[in-house]
């Protein structure tokens, strides 16, 4: 039996099955779709993903370009970068990012305990697949916008997978994508590499302006087995035979488990174009350093084995966007105390040097850790194209120096500037304005920001009058802190009430009134680290905090009685909003228990 149009499905039987589209004309093998939204993202690693979950959730139609098959960027499988962000590994108590980003965090706790990053992927892909208003794009790379004057009219992405073209036209654009591809397509105004030391004031900049930047990085995985493991490496890495040929010596590469960041280059090339070969340089040194650890000096890796290589390279630095505000070294050394801060920092200004691995044979160090304080503001400024009126962004594009951005590129950053951006962008779509008009709105923005569980320094959440003018009380202590608008610890205040198994905290209304919702802050351990890294020291959790609330209930008073209004079990938020849609004379939170601990806080109380 012949097979010139089918498929030969084994064992010497044949099956014929017509091959799609065998005789349609090739005019029709091209697919093309186009969508219509509010909001367009284009970047899906964790601070696009954040955008558009937050312009979703506040109402507006979004579409997620993203051109890997898996969300999260840096965090992702592919990479497997920690996330770093202004409680710098959790040296810096309760100061690590809450909103979005602690709800993703939470959620992987309680469904990956064993760290796996491909689970972590589908934890980041349900976030966004599922979430009401968003339309996910994956494998679909951005390659072309249409403009209509100073305004972005549309982008178009080939999604490889599917052979298909995606146009995507949209009120609002977001590009999230790391090297800023929405600059060179739209013109809009941005830069790449080093500002000079006069342009900003910035001690720590170069005299003379450069395009030099950061550099990219492919680390490695490797496992403990019982029993020795031989390496034999390929012929064309890179031979490493003394500790002195890498960057800090014998010192340097103590810890094997998942690569060294100082696996680094790109800077002294160009960052984005050049980035093939510059993976195949970094190959050739990862696979160089772990071939002189197995096998040039006594290191101890003998029952170790490589299991995992980077192949899409983690990137620091490429395009950085011009803003309405450029943040810089002095801003971040000032605090970043704006007027409209919508965000915040708080990494150090970790500049790689850009030789990257090469850096000491140069005799410099691989990057200088310069000073900044944790918490810093960030503008909405940050976040808005100077001269193409429909264009935001946010990560390691936003409107930043060199020097500044060395400390708002880390991931936690780029998710508080990711939500900001995103939340912001659905406001303007309410409000039918533009980016830049919402700066007028920005305490509505910021009370947007606190509402949805963001921390913003120096700015307090608000209440309504339903919750300031009502008597607070609670079955023990003093339950005032739950209404002060500070929803976390801060320095030396708590800014909390205490609870255990049978406590309760109720708002008295003077008259019954109607209550939309009430909602509360829990306790999600944030002098705990629940980063995910397979870096750091091995102090991270790998289940959801003892101190998190995990049942509790919420009853309402009417006619002489409480009545149920919701009950929460086996949770695994710290921030939670229940519908109410009653008159009401009282409503009361009463703690069932923890995920363990004895005892655990409220960070606030509110109804609306």
Request: aromatic fraction near 8%.
């Amino acid at each position: 039996m012949g097979h010139a149009s089918g498929y030969d499905l084994g064992g010497g039987m044949g099956v014929n099955i017509p091959l799609a589209g065998a005789n349609r004309g090739r005019e029709s093998e091209m697919k093309g779709v186009r969508h219509q939204a509010d909001v367009c993202v284009v970047g899906g690693g964790m601070a696009g993903l954040c955008a558009a979950l937050a312009a979703a959730r506040h109402g507006a139609k979004v579409v997620l370009m993203h051109d890997r098959p898996v969300l999260g960027g840096n965090a992702s499988s592919e990479c497997r970068v920690h996330i770093c962000g202004a409680d710098r590994h959790n040296h810096i108590k309760n100061m690590r990012e809450t909103g979005i980003l602690e709800e993703i965090r939470l959620e992987n706790l309680y469904r990956n305990p064993n760290r796996s990053f491909s689970v972590w992927d589908a934890v980041l892909y349900e976030k966004a697949r599922f979430q009401e208003g968003l339309t996910l794009l994956l494998n679909c790379s951005c390659h072309a916008a249409e403009m209509d004057g100073e305004r972005i009219a549309s982008v178009t992405g080939w999604q490889l997978t599917s052979e298909t073209v995606h146009t995507v036209a949209a009120r609002i654009f977001i590009d999230c994508s790391g090297d800023g591809i929405l600059a060179p397509l739209s013109g809009a105004e941005h830069r790449i590499g080093r500002e000079a030391r006069h342009e900003y004031g910035e001690s720590i900049a170069p005299e003379v302006a450069d395009r030099k930047t950061m550099g990219m990085t492919c680390l490695f995985q490797s496992r403990e087995y019982p029993t020795p493991q031989p390496f034999t490496p390929p012929p064309w890495a890179y031979r490493f035979e003394r500790d002195e040929d890498l960057p800090y010596g014998a010192g340097g590469h103590r810890w094997w488990t998942m690569g060294y960041w100082w696996v680094e280059l790109g800077g002294e090339y160009d960052s984005i174009h050049d980035t093939e070969m510059l993976r195949d340089e970094l190959l050739k040194i990862a696979l160089g350093v772990w071939d002189h650890i197995k096998n040039h000096g006594d290191h101890g890796a003998d029952n170790w084995a490589l299991e995992w290589l980077q192949f899409l390279p983690a990137k620091r630095e490429g395009r950085r966007y011009l803003g309405h505000h450029v943040l810089t070294q002095r801003d971040i050394e000032a605090g970043g105390r704006f007027h409209d801060t919508v965000a915040y920092g708080g990494w150090s200004m970790d500049d790689h040097h850009p030789a990257g691995f090469w850096a000491a044979k140069l005799g410099a160090p691989a990057t200088l850790f310069h000073h900044a304080p944790s918490p810093y503001g960030i503008p909405y400024g940050c976040l808005v194209s100077r001269n193409i009126a429909n264009l935001m962004f946010a990560g390691r594009n936003a409107s930043c120096t060199h020097a500044a951005m060395s400390s708002t590129r880390v991931m936690g950053t780029g998710c508080s500037m990711g939500q900001a951006a995103g939340t912001a962008a659905a406001l303007a779509i309410r409000l039918e304005t533009g980016p830049s008009g919402v700066a007028d709105h920005v305490s509505a923005l910021q009370q947007l920001l606190l509402r949805d569980d963001c921390y913003l320094p120096g700015v307090p959440q608000r209440f309504g009058p339903l919750t300031m003018q009502a008597r607070l009380i609670a079955s023990q202590g003093d339950p005032e802190p739950l209404r002060d608008g500070v929803n976390r610890p801060v320095g030396e205040e708590m800014h909390r009430w205490p609870c255990r198994a049978g406590d309760w905290v109720a708002y008295e209304l003077a008259r019954p009134q109607h209550v939309e919702s009430a909602t509360v802050v829990l306790d999600s351990a944030l002098h705990k680290n629940i980063q995910m890294s397979y870096h750091q020291r091995d102090d991270q959790l790998t289940r959801l905090p003892e101190e998190l609330p995990r049942a509790f209930c919420f009853e309402g008073f009417r006619d002489g009685a409480w009545l149920p209004l919701a009950h929460v079990a086996d949770n695994r938020s710290r921030l939670i909003r229940i519908p109410i849609g009653q008159t009401l004379s009282a409503v009361r939170f009463t703690l069932d228990g923890t995920w363990g601990a004895a005892e655990t806080h409220l960070y606030a109380f509110y109804l609306d």
